[in-house]
């Protein structure tokens, strides 16, 4: 199992990354929110810069086919870390715009631990009779799966499409100091660009999230509708037919 892990293209690697960055990126938006304090988004580039740059790499090494929607999504999180930060023009003049969008990776939590359970299960389901598997580990496990899934749906849907929207997208103030001034005029016009394009990115995962539910739920009926066709359940039902046919000859 820990060489199926330590695998670079079954992504664990790129998940643990991930996770890590998203965990000090949430605190550290976390403690801006409290203090409103700039600093706290240099702590952040420091942390979130270097895992983009690293992800991206292993996940060109993945295959690009694969990972593209992954590989666009960090390179036009570099360009608002370089725009926003490192230029200092964004938490000048903008910092909810920034503080909006480094609150996505709240959700990216939940997703590497859906990730990382979907994994567990499909291994456990093919190596069933290879390995010893843990009965109450995999019992906690897919009670801890739907909570997960409940936080991360939320999650995504309330930072990335909703919040995001108003506060950003559809605001007007944007608009307004994106244009303010001559400094980094035509800069500002590609970054209005790369927000749509983003927003529109985190509606087709949204897209997809849905249709996973929609898969989810159907699976589920699905399931019922088998254990309903249960073998045993059909043939004492069999049965039941022929007693009671030969009953009503009887009677006749």
Known sequence: MLDHLLDIK??????ILSFISAIFCTIFMYKYGKTK???????????????LLIDTCLNLYIGFNETKEFILHH??????????I??????ENIPY????????????????????????????????????????????IKCINPIN???????????RIYKFGYLV????????????????????RLIILLIYILYFLNLYWFGLI????????????????DLNLDPELLLIEKLKTQILSARSDLVN
């Open 37 to 51: 304090d700039n600093k706290w988004f240099v702590y952040t580039a420091y942390v979130f810069a270097p895992h």
């Open 210 to 225: 849905l249709k996973s539910v929609f898969k989810i739920t159907c699976n589920m009926f699905k399931n019922n509708t």
């Open 10 to 15: 079954n992504g664990f690697l790129s998940t």
């Open 75 to 84: 390179i036009l999180s570099i360009i608002f870390i370089c725009w926003g």
């Open 169 to 188: 997208l559809f605001n007007s103030d944007t608009y307004v100091k994106l244009f303010d001034g001559n400094r980094f005029g035509y800069i500002n």
């Open 97 to 140: 715009m920034l503080y909006s969008s480094l609150q996505f990776e709240t959700s990216t939590i939940f997703l590497n631990i859906r990730k990382w359970i979907i994994k567990y299960l499909k291994f456990v389901e093919e190596n069933k009779e290879q390995m010893d598997s843990n009965p109450t580990l995999t019992s906690i």
């Open 149 to 159: 899934e409940l936080l991360f749906v939320s999650t995504f849907i309330y930072y």
């Open 86 to 91: 490192v230029s200092k023009f964004g938490i």
